[in-house]
C-alpha cells in the first residue's frame, strides 16, 4: 500500500461527517488481524484511524451534553413533572446530537474489553512493534513512550525505549506522550520550570494548568451524564417504577463525578492519585509569585490555598506576612471558591491533611527589594517539588526503616541454613537470601502436594487462574485446606504436617534474621506454582508478576508508595521459599522505586529462600515464566496481631489436636476460609 495515502485515509476515517466515522472497535480488530498476518503498513493504518475515531467519539460525547445541558438546564424549584420533561428533553438532545455527529449510537456501542484496552494503551504496543518493523524508529519510540507511561511495569518496555535512544535519527523530543493530559503535562513542565529556578514561566505554566484542570473537570462531569451500568440490578425482572429507575440512574451518575477528583489527579496507569494535587498547584503558585515580586498575586494564591486546608500554620504565616506587604486583606481567587462549594466532600477524601514538605528558606536576601528588612524568618515556606510529596504517615516509616537498616544479621536458628547476600549484597534495605531452608527431599514432598489436586487454579486469586499475565496459569493451596485433605487421606498427611512446619520454619528464621523486638504473626501463606502457557510465549514483553510493593501502591513517577487502601497496609515482612529451579525464567527481583532499575535478581532453586520487609523500600516482582512450572512457599508476616490469619488460628487447632490425638474419634471440623 502507498504509504502516501495513509495521511488521507486517516482523515477520511476521522472526519466529523456521520457516514464516514468508523467504529473504532472494528478498526481496532482489524488492525490486530493484520498484525497477526506481518501486514505491518495496514497495523499502522487502521490502529492509528482507531485512536483517531476513540478521540473523536469522546469529544462528540461531551460537546453534545454540555451544549445540551446548557439548552435545558434544571431550574432552581420545579414539579416533578418540570423534572421529568428536562430529563426526557436533555436525552432527547444528546441523542439527536451524537447521532449528527457519529451516526446511530448502537453503530459505536463497545464492549468492555476493548474500552479498557483502549485505556490501558494496549494500541501503541501494537504500533511500536509495526512502526519498528517498517523502519519508523521516531514513531515507533513515541508509540513506545505512550505506552509505557501507562505501563511501567513492562521492564522489557522500558529496554525497548533505552534501545531507541540509541538508534540513528531518534531525537529526545520524538519520545513524546501522545495521550499526556493537558492538564497533567502542563503541570509536569511547569514543577520542572521551578525546580530550575524559572519562577516566572513556572507560574505561566501553573496558571495554564490551572485552566485546564478545572476544563478537564468538566469533561470528565459531561462524560457521566451518558448510560450508567447498574451491576446487581435486573429492572426489567424486578419492574422497578419510573422514580426508582431514575433515581438509580442519578446515583451512578453522582458516583461517577465523584470519581473525577479522583481520575483528574491519578496519572496513566497508576491505582493512587496525587494527594493534595489542585491545592499544590496554588502552594507552588504562592511562592513562584513571591519570588518574582509580585506580593498580591501571592496573597491571592495562598488565601486559595487555604480554602482547602484552612488551619495550615505555616501558610497562616504567609497570609499574615503577605498582608502586611500589600496592606489589605486580600481574597482567594473566585473559581476555586466555587469548585470548593460544590465538590467539597469529593474533595476532602483527597485533601487528607497537609502533604506539602516545606523548605527552610533562611536566606536574607529574597525580599532585597522590602527595604533592607530583616524577614529572614518571616519567609514563606514554599514546595521542594512534587517528586517528594511524601504523605506525613510514610514519614514516620521512612524513619522507622531507617533505623530497622542496621537491626539484621541474627541467628539463622537452623543447622545447615547459609545466608548467601544480606541488604548491603542485595543492594537495599531489609533484605536477605538464604539457602538450604529445607531439603532437596523436602522440596519434592510438597511440590508434590501441587501435582495431588489439592492446589487449584485461581486459588487465592479470588479465582483468576491468571492474575497477573494471561500468559501463565496460577494454583495455590493454603496450609488449613492441604490439612483438610491430609485428614480426608487425598495427599499425605506428612505432606501436610511439613507444609505447616516449613511455613513455621520460615517464620522463625525471618524474625530471628531481622532481630525483631515482637512476635511476627502469619498474615497469609500460600503454597503457589505458576505455569507457562504453551503457545502464549513468543514475543512476551510483561512479567509474571508486576513491580509492587507489599503493603502500599507503588507510585514510580511520583517516587512514592501510598500505604493505603486496596494494600495490604497490615504487612510488615515477606518472604518466599522455593520449591524447583527446573523452569526458565522466573527470576525474583528487586527494582528502585521506578520500577524499572533492577537491583537484584534471585534464580530460584530448591530451599533458596529471600526475605524482606513490606513497603515501598523493596519494590519486587516476578520475571516471565516461559517455560515450566515455578513453585514456591509464599508467606507474608504482621506485627500486629490483629490481623493475623484466621485460616493459620484454625491449622494451629488442628495442629494440636493431631499432636495430643484427642479429638480423632469425633473427627475434625474443619472449615477453610481463603483470607484473599
Known amino acids: 500500500m502507498d504509504r502516501t495515502l495513509f495521511p488521507v485515509l486517516v482523515f477520511l476515517l476521522s472526519v ?194 490551572l485552566v485546564e484542570y478545572y476544563k478537564a473537570d468538566v469533561e470528565c462531569r459531561a462524560l457521566c451524564q451518558g448510560p450508567q451500568g447498574f451491576e446487581g440490578h435486573d429492572h426489567l425482572r424486578y419492574r422497578y417504577s419510573l422514580h426508582e429507575l431514575v433515581s438509580d440512574h442519578f446515583t451512578q451518575v453522582l458516583h461517577c463525578e465523584h470519581e473525577c477528583v479522583r481520575d483528574l489527579a491519578t496519572r496513566p496507569g497508576r491505582l493512587s492519585p496525587m494527594e493534595n494535587y489542585l491545592p499544590l498547584h496554588y502552594d507552588y503558585l504562592q511562592f513562584a ?6 506580593p498580591e498575586e501571592a496573597l491571592q494564591c495562598v488565601l486559595t490555598y487555604c480554602l482547602f486546608h484552612e488551619e495550615e500554620e505555616f501558610m497562616t504565616e504567609n497570609v499574615e506576612f503577605y498582608r502586611e506587604i500589600v496592606g489589605h486583606e486580600g481574597k482567594p481567587r473566585e473559581e476555586a471558591a466555587w469548585y470548593l462549594r460544590r465538590h467539597r466532600q469529593e474533595l476532602e477524601l ?66 545447615g541454613v547459609k545466608l548467601v547476600q544480606n541488604s548491603l549484597a542485595l543492594n537495599g534495605t531489609q533484605r536477605v537470601l538464604l539457602d538450604h531452608v529445607i531439603s532437596e527431599e523436602e522440596c519434592s514432598n510438597l511440590r508434590g502436594l501441587a501435582h495431588q489436586a489439592v492446589t487449584m487454579a485461581g486459588d487465592g486469586y479470588r479465582g483468576r487462574m491468571s492474575p497477573h499475565t494471561p500468559n501463565e496459569k496460577f494454583e495455590g493451596a493454603t496450609v488449613l485446606k492441604t490439612l483438610q485433605y491430609g485428614y480426608e487421606g487425598r495427599v499425605p498427611m506428612r505432606s501436610a504436617r511439613l507444609f505447616y512446619d516449613t511455613s513455621e520454619r520460615v517464620r522463625r528464621i525471618v524474625e530471628s534474621y531481622f532481630l525483631l523486638n515482637s512476635t511476627l504473626h502469619f498474615s497469609y501463606t500460600h503454597l503457589v506454582c505458576r505455569t ?96 515450566g512450572q515455578r513453585c514456591a512457599v509464599a508467606l507474608w508476616f504482621t506485627l500486629d496481631p490483629l490481623y493475623r490469619e484466621l485460616e493459620r488460628l484454625q491449622a494451629d487447632e488442628v495442629i494440636q489436636a493431631l499432636d495430643t490425638q484427642s479429638v480423632w474419634g469425633q473427627g475434625l471440623n474443619i472449615n477453610p476460609k481463603d483470607e484473599l
Open 16 to 209: 466529523s461527517s456521520a457516514a464516514s466515522l468508523e467504529p473504532y472497535d472494528l478498526l481496532y480488530d482489524t488492525a490486530v488481524q493484520a498484525f497477526s498476518t506481518g501486514d505491518y503498513e495496514n497495523v499502522v493504518l487502521y490502529m492509528e484511524a482507531a485512536l483517531s475515531s476513540y478521540a473523536q467519539v469522546r469529544s462528540s460525547k461531551v460537546r453534545c451534553r454540555l451544549r445540551c445541558q446548557d439548552q435545558h438546564p434544571f431550574d432552581g424549584t420545579f414539579s416533578d413533572l418540570r423534572f421529568f420533561d428536562v430529563v426526557l428533553q436533555r436525552a432527547a438532545c444528546m441523542n439527536a446530537c451524537i447521532d449528527e455527529k457519529l451516526g446511530s449510537q448502537s453503530v459505536h456501542k463497545v464492549s468492555e474489553d476493548v474500552v479498557q484496552d483502549f485505556h490501558r494503551r494496549i494500541p501503541y504496543n501494537y504500533l511500536q512493534l509495526a512502526y519498528q518493523k517498517l523502519q519508523q524508529p521516531e514513531k515507533a519510540a513515541a508509540a513506545a513512550h505512550t505506552y509505557f507511561q501507562a505501563n511501567p511495569e513492562h521492564v522489557e518496555m522500558g529496554q525497548d525505549l533505552e534501545q531507541y535512544k540509541d538508534l540513528q535519527g531518534v531525537e529526545e523530543n520524538h519520545f513524546v506522550d501522545r495521550e499526556a493530559r493537558p492538564h497533567q503535562f502542563t503541570f509536569t513542565k511547569a514543577v520542572k520550570f521551578y525546580d530550575r529556578g524559572d519562577y516566572e514561566g513556572a507560574a505561566a505554566l501553573f496558571e495554564d494548568a
Open 532 to 627: 507457562a502457557i504453551s503457545g502464549q510465549q513468543d514475543h512476551r514483553n510483561d512479567l509474571s508478576h508486576p513491580i509492587h510493593a507489599d503493603n502500599c501502591l507503588l507510585d514510580p513517577d511520583a517516587n512514592e508508595c501510598w500505604k493505603e487502601p486496596p494494600a495490604y497496609t497490615y504487612r510488615d515482612y515477606s518472604a518466599l521459599l522455593y520449591l524447583n529451579g527446573d523452569f526458565d525464567g522466573g527470576e525474583f527481583i528487586f527494582t528502585e522505586m521506578d520500577a524499572k532499575t533492577v537491583t537484584a535478581s534471585v534464580k530460584p532453586k530448591c530451599g533458596r529462600l529471600v526475605g524482606f520487609s513490606s513497603g515501598g523500600e523493596n519494590p519486587h516482582g516476578v520475571k516471565a515464566v516461559t517455560s
Open 289 to 294: 509569585y513571591f519570588k518574582v515580586n509580585r
Open 350 to 415: 483527597l485533601l487528607t491533611g497537609s502533604r506539602i514538605m516545606g523548605v527552610d528558606f533562611t536566606e536574607g536576601n529574597y525580599w532585597s527589594n522590602s527595604g533592607g528588612r530583616d524577614d529572614s524568618n518571616r519567609i514563606p515556606s514554599g514546595t521542594n517539588g512534587w517528586m517528594d510529596y511524601v504523605p506525613i504517615s510514610e514519614k514516620k516509616n521512612a524513619s522507622a526503616v531507617v533505623s530497622l537498616q542496621l537491626r539484621e544479621g541474627g541467628p539463622l536458628l537452623y543447622d
